[in-house]
């Protein structure tokens, strides 16, 4: 007798969830929304309250596998493992897709099979899904992403592409390996450094992926100042295993944003002073007070009328999220 041949999706979506499943079930509908029929659902679970198993009950479609309390990163690479599609969306379970991400990855898909990952932005929101603010970490160079544990403490920027918004080929997996899983902070850093050591880079698209759900329970409300450890002792890893030429190369980017940092901290000075000072409409202020707004904004940043004039005529044509 011929059995039929096994089809490979085009999505295996991998989610781990512990302890977490009242926010699964939004989980799941947000893949369902994405209105693709070539995907699977992967869940590996390893909560001890059994909700998640509950919820799972109510999709079919769901592969639920359960797997003893051994952290993330043991189970997402369970989940890995257990992958048959062509393209790898890893969406832990209090977070969730916005409309359209998958076509759009399906529209991109030539650039995962040349060594790219597609990510794109992601909007946090706290445990009820309202909105609290905009992640657009764009195209990441490697040195800069290197250089992300000595970034944050001086700035506070989050360089890292958000990790329920990067979609990557299976063929990736298989080339660089799973999720070290002595990590329990810094899985996702290490990956894409990894990854990116293998000649993979980021391809960044302006649109809205995920939700990154921001809660009590969820592993990010520590503080980034949690990861920093694990991330700062990845980076020195990697680093020390680079060639000297290229360890050169990381200690001059490294030179190179500190100086951005100084120009864009000066430049969000520049723009606290005109909001605070003019509100959303400076034509309500005598043409004096606009003067002297003026004047002092380019003592705080001397280039900030001009970008500020170039950012206003071509924000009227640029694709916005």
């Known amino acids: 007798m011929n059995h039929p041949k096994e089809i490979t999706p085009d999505f295996s979506v991998i989610t781990c969830c512990y302890n977490q499943g009242e926010y699964l079930e939004d989980n799941i509908k947000s893949v369902l929304a994405q209105g693709v ?6 869940v590996i679970d390893s909560s001890s309250d059994g909700v998640a198993a509950q919820v799972c009950q109510r999709y079919p479609h769901v592969r639920y596998i359960f797997q003893e309390k051994s952290g993330q990163s043991a189970a997402l690479n369970r989940g890995f493992q257990e992958a048959r599609g062509l393209i790898i969306a890893w969406l832990n379970s209090d977070d969730y897709y916005e409309k359209g991400a998958f076509a759009t990855v399906i529209a991109h ?5 040349n060594k790219q990952l597609i990510a794109g932005g992601a909007a946090v929101v706290d445990q009820h899904g309202r909105f609290l603010w905009l992640l657009r970490n764009g195209r990441v160079p490697f040195f800069r992403l290197l250089m992300h544990p000595r970034l944050y403490p001086f700035n506070g920027w989050m360089v890292m592409p958000c990790q329920p918004s990067v979609f990557f080929s299976k063929s990736m997996l ?3 390996g799973l999720l070290d899983t002595k990590l329990k902070f810094g899985m996702d850093y290490e990956f894409w450094l990894r990854a990116m050591a293998h000649g993979y880079r980021f391809h960044y698209i302006r649109q809205l992926f995920s939700h990154y759900r921001y809660h009590p329970t969820s592993l990010t409300n520590q ?3 949690t990861f920093l450890g694990e991330w700062s002792a990845v980076s020195e890893r990697v680093l020390k295993q680079l060639s000297k030429a290229d360890q050169l ?4 980017w490294w030179k190179y944003m500190r100086v951005e940092c100084f120009f864009v901290q000066r430049h969000k000075l520049a723009e606290q002073h005109v909001a ?6 400076p034509s309500h202020h005598p043409l004096y007070r606009r003067v002297l ?13 001009l970008t500020g004039t170039y950012h206003l005529l071509a924000g009227r044509n640029r694709t916005r999220m």
């Open 37 to 42: 029929t070539s995907f699977e659902h992967i």
């Open 109 to 113: 898909r030539d650039r995962l099979n």
């Open 174 to 176: 298989d080339e660089i």
């Open 223 to 225: 503080g980034y100042d």
């Open 249 to 252: 190369r990381a200690e001059m």
């Open 276 to 281: 605070v000072r003019f509100g959303h409409d």
């Open 293 to 305: 707004v003026v004047l002092r904004t380019v003592l705080i940043a001397p280039w900030y009328p």
